[in-house]
């Protein structure tokens, strides 16, 4: 059975930055790309891009360059967000989730991991 | 961009009754070489992570009750809950995944009269 658990909520102030583990079990991280996914607090979900876990290769929507970077570790079947200059802006819940099939619907996803801006 | 707009924004619906979640895409998701439409239904429970509930339009994922049903093609699909449960209030969400950015539907809420 496919898991991905992400790190614990993290409180921030303006200006720093933030990374967000999200770690895979039960199957080879390489086979399935990670997708990212930003909830706003009592907001929907907005696609945020994903890595190709296979090549390493990142794809990031629109409104999602510059500051925020995903990469990868598969010695330790781990992606990570980062997220860099924080602002109140970038408070939200953020999850992994898993596409089915290599690259398609997402099948498995993270528990979510809370990042909270405020100084 | 694919613009995914469902519709309505929320509805209230009794218990056993039926519960109709609509999702239009601005352009087809549909892929003509292996005819399957890159449309996925997922529920959000309030402090609950979305959990896949149908996959290619219309095919449940495991483990999902047969009261939900997906259907439709091309650019208008359909989510239905045939005789809703307490269990079903939640958050639905469509999601295109036939180009980047795999954009998804606003959500619609759906809560018990």
């Known amino acids: 059975q496919a898991q991905l658990v992400q790190s614990g909520s993290e409180l921030k102030k303006p200006g720093a930055s933030v990374k967000v583990s999200c770690k895979a079990s039960?199957?080879?991280?390489?086979?399935?790309?990670i997708h990212w996914v930003r909830q706003a607090p009592g907001q929907g979900l907005e696609w945020m891009g994903w890595?190709?876990?296979?090549?390493?290769?990142?794809t990031y929507a629109q409104g999602f360059t510059g500051r925020f970077v995903f990469s990868l570790d598969t010695s330790v079947s781990t992606a990570y967000l980062q997220i860099s200059s924080l602002t109140a802006e970038d408070t939200a819940l953020y999850y992994c989730?898993?596409?089915?099939?290599?690259?398609?619907?997402?099948?498995?996803w993270g528990q979510g991991t809370l990042a909270t801006v405020s100084s | 961009d694919i613009v995914m707009t469902q519709s309505p924004d929320s509805l209230a619906v009794s218990l056993g009754e039926r519960a109709t979640i609509n999702c239009k895409s601005s352009?087809?998701?549909?892929?003509?070489?292996?005819?399957?439409?890159?449309l996925a239904w997922y529920q959000q429970k309030p402090g609950q992570p979305p959990k896949l509930l149908i996959y290619?339009?219309?095919t449940r994922a495991s483990g999902v009750p047969d009261r939900f049903s997906g259907s439709g093609s091309g650019t208008d699909f359909t989510l239905t809950i045939s005789s809703l449960q307490a269990e079903d209030v939640a958050v639905y969400y469509c999601?295109?995944?036939?180009?980047?950015?795999?954009?998804f539907g606003q959500g619609t809420k759906v809560e018990m009269k």
């Open positions: 890595i190709n876990t296979n090549t390493g290769n990142p």
């Open positions: 999601h295109q995944h036939y180009s980047d950015p795999r954009t």
């Open positions: 290619w339009a219309s």
């Open positions: 039960g199957y080879n991280i390489v086979n399935n790309a």
């Open positions: 352009q087809s998701v549909l892929y003509s070489s292996n005819n399957k439409n890159y």
């Open positions: 989730a898993r596409a089915a099939g290599g690259t398609y619907y997402l099948d498995y």
